[in-house]
């Protein structure tokens, strides 16, 4: 290839205007259009729409363009740290794993220490936390862009060594603090996945 | 277990001895992957003064199967660009796949398995697209949040941005660094980039437009993030011995490479930890032990006395703000005010990223570490046209991060005779 030639324009296309209101467009597009049904089968019918005019082909040009994607099924097992699962899923509490030699907490669980490799033992861990240090998104995948903004941090059980990453109640606030004190929330219908609960401001000024 | 400094004495010294690069852009939809490391390998090989088929072994850096479209990308590379019969290898790394392919290339050649190694990063990221949004960006964070921890963390909705975001809101909790003093990165890298013709995102810009744009995932903005970028960028390495066959007039020698990577689940850093001598989550504890090992193989006791300059993973603004910290360019906080002194501006103390890093000239990822190393063998051979730096000592260093919480870390220290 030949040497490119040094830009002549200061700013790219889009311009900071357009960045600034492009998360705002997108997200009411995204609750206007989805969300009544799985996104899934919504892409499918935004490609079948696309594809009317000629059927397979996107775009030609010096390249030709095509739709396509990449899905899989899985049966998917927890294997060692099932029973953390179980218990949250079932009677709503958090199980951490301690190791039966040096007396690390680790949560999330581990069925073998890292730091002296013995096993652990299961062992509850308190509801109540403190964030380590946390963030707050405002851009995200179609999957989240219905709920930015939200915060996403690691809480560490206030009898654990180790802290887990979870969402944490904004509750209008901007930003979670790290050193925040915080209490875990479940959700009533859980089914067995790390979202079935999350962390709440345990004080509120 | 010997010291670093004892392989170098043993090992073989490798050189870089060509580079070549595909211009950084948003997307290439004319090219595909392997066309792009095609379009790196060709001016690589020919700077070099070589044949294609003297190279004995080739490394690809390639970080993300989803981006690619395709399980095992490097080996239809390897059947494009002609090497079938040489071996090939495929290091996947995240952020830092540039880096490591790197030190799989070095390996290679240090270890006298081969005389010549060529090593390849490329991506192709923006192939993925959000029908529902009509565009590529949200598909393209989709596609690598997959990194994180399926079980534990992709559930929650997790980003890149989100993952070193929150090491940024640690960072400042801990050490008091500002937004403000981040956007100064932001200025200095997208400035950079105006004199790097390859460069995706050439922008001359001021601290407001850098708070006021907006909001990824906080503290940062959209101008703290680098852009998702396609590309190519590949190096030559040769033993020393085949330089002096081949009269390599000017070899830019590996002088140290230092790796670690930190607990991935980042929220089990701790000080209490073997590596809590570095610190806990605020501190970028892998990245002071991957320079400290590389410093220790190039004999460096103080690199702001020994580099000329740096190119340091600026994924993000305050991620070259913990950067500076880490590589012990400044001290443990002291970073947002290194900024603030000058001192990595291009015309600085110690210029860092004067190809406009990653927020400047794009964030191609298995290509950004090789690119990043490129710029500093182009720099210390003088190479690098209106962003040439001075070279006083003749080394230089290059800083590949990556995965869940910056757990990857790579740190190549090159240099002259």
Not at chain 1, 2 to 13: D, I, Q, R
Not at chain 2, 148 to 155: G, I, K, N, R
Not at chain 2, 254 to 274: E, P, Q
Request: hydrophobic share 35%; with cysteine.
């Amino acid at each position: 290839m030949g040497a490119p030639v040094l830009p002549t324009v200061l700013f790219p296309s889009w311009g900071l205007t357009e960045l600034k209101n492009s998360t705002e467009k997108a997200k009411e597009t995204i609750k206007k259009e989805l969300k009544s049904r799985p996104l899934e089968s919504m892409i499918d019918e935004i490609i079948a729409e696309r594809l009317k005019p000629e059927p397979s082909v996107l775009g030609r040009g010096d390249y030709f363009e095509i739709p396509d994607k990449m899905v899989m099924f899985y049966k998917y097992s927890y294997g060692g740290q099932s029973k953390f699962f179980h218990e949250l899923k079932e009677n709503a509490v958090l199980y951490g794993a301690k190791c039966k030699s040096c007396g690390m907490v680790y949560f999330p669980p581990r069925t073998h220490c890292s730091e002296c490799y013995s096993e652990t033992s299961w062992q509850r861990v308190s509801n109540e936390g403190i964030v380590l240090s946390s963030t707050t998104s405002w851009y995200a995948t179609s999957d989240f862009f219905d709920v930015v903004p939200y915060a996403v941090g690691y809480v560490k059980p206030l009898d654990a060594d180790t802290g887990i990453l979870q969402r944490i109640d904004l509750r209008g606030k901007e930003v979670i603090e790290p050193g925040t004190k915080v209490t875990a929330r479940f959700r009533e219908k859980r089914i067995g996945v790390v979202s079935d609960f999350w962390y709440e401001m345990m004080e509120q000024d | 277990m010997k010291s670093y400094k004892q392989m170098k004495i043993d090992k073989r010294r490798v050189a870089v001895v060509g580079t070549g690069q595909t211009k950084f852009e948003a997307r290439t939809p004319n090219k595909s992957y392997f066309e792009l490391a095609y379009d790196a390998a060709m001016p690589a090989i020919k700077e070099s003064g070589i044949s294609p088929e003297s190279i004995d072994s080739v490394v690809y850096g390639i970080y993300n199967d989803l981006f690619e479209r395709q399980i095992m990308p490097d080996t239809y590379v390897h059947d494009y660009l002609g090497m079938y019969g040489k071996p090939g290898i495929r290091v996947t790394t995240g952020g830092a796949t540039g880096g490591y392919a790197f030190r799989a290339g070095y390996t290679e050649v240090a270890s006298g398995l081969s005389d010549i190694t060529m090593v390849i990063g490329v991506e192709k990221a923006q192939d993925c697209y959000d029908w529902a949004q009509g565009k590529a960006t949200p598909e393209v964070i989709k596609s690598i949040a997959y990194s994180a921890d399926m079980t534990w963390e992709f559930p929650l909705g997790t980003s890149a941005a989100s993952s070193y975001a929150i090491l940024a809101s640690a960072h400042m909790k801990k050490y008091g660094t500002t937004e403000e003093q981040a956007a100064l990165v932001s200025i200095k890298n997208h400035g950079n980039a105006m004199f790097n013709p390859y460069a995706q995102s050439p922008m001359k810009i001021t601290v407001d437009d850098v708070l006021q744009s907006r909001m990824i995932s906080y503290p940062f903005k959209m101008l703290d993030c680098s852009l998702y970028t396609e590309g190519a960028y590949a190096l030559i390495l040769m033993s020393e011995e085949k330089t002096r066959e081949l009269g390599i007039v000017d070899p830019v020698w590996v002088m140290g490479i230092g790796s670690s990577n930190d607990k991935s689940f980042t929220g089990a850093r701790s000080v209490k930890d073997r590596m809590g001598k570095y610190g806990d989550i605020a501190d970028l504890r892998n990245h002071y032990e991957a320079a400290n090992q590389a410093y220790l193989m190039a004999d460096i006791e103080n690199p702001m006395k020994s580099l000329d300059v740096a190119e340091l993973h600026d994924a993000f603004t305050f991620t070259e703000i913990q950067g500076y910290e880490a590589m012990g360019l400044c001290g443990k906080g002291k970073g947002g005010k290194f900024i603030e002194d000058g001192i990595p501006l291009i015309n600085g103390d110690l210029p860092v990223s004067p190809s406009g890093g990653l927020l400047g000239a794009g964030h191609a990822v298995g290509a950004t570490g090789v690119m990043q190393i490129g710029e500093v063998v182009n720099q210390l051979r003088h190479m690098s046209g209106k962003r040439q730096v001075q070279i006083n000592h003749g080394m230089g260093l290059a800083h590949s991060i990556g995965g869940p919480g910056s757990s990857y870390c790579s740190v190549s220290v090159m240099g002259v005779d």
